[in-house]
């Protein structure tokens, strides 16, 4: 994963973690490029994996990636660096940024709060999900997840199942 810095004296406020190219490769590894759509204009991508039905179990949902990260952020990251082209032709003449970008601002702005809410949602499910499974309180899990030292959420399962494997009847 390649996260970019910037200079401390840069003025753009919009300032993405990641490259472009790291940012393409990413989408075109795990999704597909959307057809436009006048409902959803504002997204450019669909998973390649469709989630699973509620009906499903936890394990199979955290294998099928239910609840990874959220693709709206780095999407939002891509619109973020062409506004931050525009940003960098236009300045310091704020009206004519203003009226090339304000498309590229709103969907940014419907970006994040899809990511919100999409992360909020497969959060909240994590939590019931794990609950339900492993017989154990969201304090239990919090604490768990503080002290975990892998980086997914499979990891995350597999340290369950062991902590549950090695409990007394």
Known sequence: MEILEYDKNDTCPYKPLHTEEWLNKFFKKNFNKMTYNRFMWWKSYTPKTKPLPNSASFHAKVMNGDFDLSP?????????????????????????????ARMDIARRKRLLEDHEKDENKKLDTFFRSA????????????????SFGGDTIEELYIHFQKKLENQPY
């Open 72 to 100: 709206h952020k780095f999407e939002a990251e891509i619109v973020e660096h062409r506004l931050r082209r525009k940003w960098k032709k236009y300045y310091p003449d704020m009206s004519d940024f203003l009226e090339d």
């Open 131 to 146: 609950m339900k499974t492993f017989d154990v309180t969201k304090k239990e899990i919090n604490d768990t997840i503080d």
